[in-house]
């Protein structure tokens, strides 16, 4: 079965500052990746994913992650934070083949961008 | 992409009452699951319901508890029976859509249950 590990329940960031939230995966064969945001009293909002091709993946709002296929991992980064990147960060899995499984959620990780 | 909108958005409830929670999506899908979001926590699969066939629950959830209409391919609703303060969460529906090699979840905004 396949699990989604994020390592870190809160990352606080200066603005302006690099930030990193961090995702690692396992599932079985090759994975389809996810980043998802929710902002407080409102759904998830998509904000980029790794299907195939070049690792390094960009998305909304400036965000970007790049997937590590030794490290199984898919961490979520941006060189200039902003205070209205505060909010809750899910990264999902799910594997690469032609069935229909649904997403599976790591618990998330909290990001508090500080002016 | 799918536009999915969910009613109610929000409700307070009370112990013991029950409550169905609706799903509307603007096109035709296949797939189609309900998430759990407890307080602090990450999204827990409920259920997969599918068109025409009697929804899979996954470990830890119960037709009785969560039963699960799936009525035609742009309609579903869960039912939160017996409500106890533990039901308090946001429950979210979610649907499939296929787009190349990859099938891509979307997600409606959610509806806040609190039980009291």
């Known amino acids: 079965a396949q699990s989604v590990a994020q390592p870190e329940d809160q990352v606080n960031v200066a603005e302006g500052n690099p930030l990193t939230v961090k995702c690692t995966y396992s599932?079985?064969?090759?994975?389809?990746l996810f980043w998802y945001v929710q902002y407080p009293n409102r759904g998830l909002q998509f904000l980029l994913k790794?299907?195939?091709?070049?690792?390094l993946v960009k998305g909304s709002y400036g965000f970007e992650a790049e997937f590590n296929k030794s490290q199984t991992s898919f961490h979520l980064k941006k060189p200039s934070a902003l205070v209205s990147d505060s909010a809750l960060y899910f990264c999902?899995?799910?594997?690469?083949?032609?069935?229909?499984?649904?997403?599976?959620f790591g618990k998330g990780t909290r990001l508090s961008v500080i002016a | 992409s799918a536009v999915i909108s969910q009613k109610p958005s929000r409700d307070i409830c009370q112990r013991g009452t029950s409550l169905t929670i609706q799903c509307q999506v603007d096109?035709?899908?296949?797939?189609m699951f309900w998430y759990r979001q407890q307080p602090g926590q990450s999204l827990t699969l409920i259920a997969t319901?599918?068109?025409?066939?009697?929804?899979?629950?996954e470990s830890g959830f119960v037709i009785d508890k969560f039963p699960i209409s799936r009525p035609n391919l742009t309609f579903s609703t869960l039912t939160v029976s017996n409500m106890s303060p533990e039901d308090s969460s946001i429950y979210l529906c979610?649907?499939?859509?296929?787009?190349?090699?990859?099938?891509?979840?979307?997600f409606g905004p959610g509806t806040r249950l609190t039980v009291l």
């Open positions: 599932v079985s064969g090759n994975p389809y």
């Open positions: 096109s035709q899908v296949t797939m």
């Open positions: 319901a599918n068109q025409g066939s009697e929804a899979t629950y």
């Open positions: 790794y299907i195939t091709g070049d690792n």
């Open positions: 999902a899995v799910t594997p690469q083949y032609s069935g229909n499984t649904p997403l599976v």
């Open positions: 979610s649907v499939e859509m296929r787009g190349g090699s990859y099938n891509e979840q979307f």
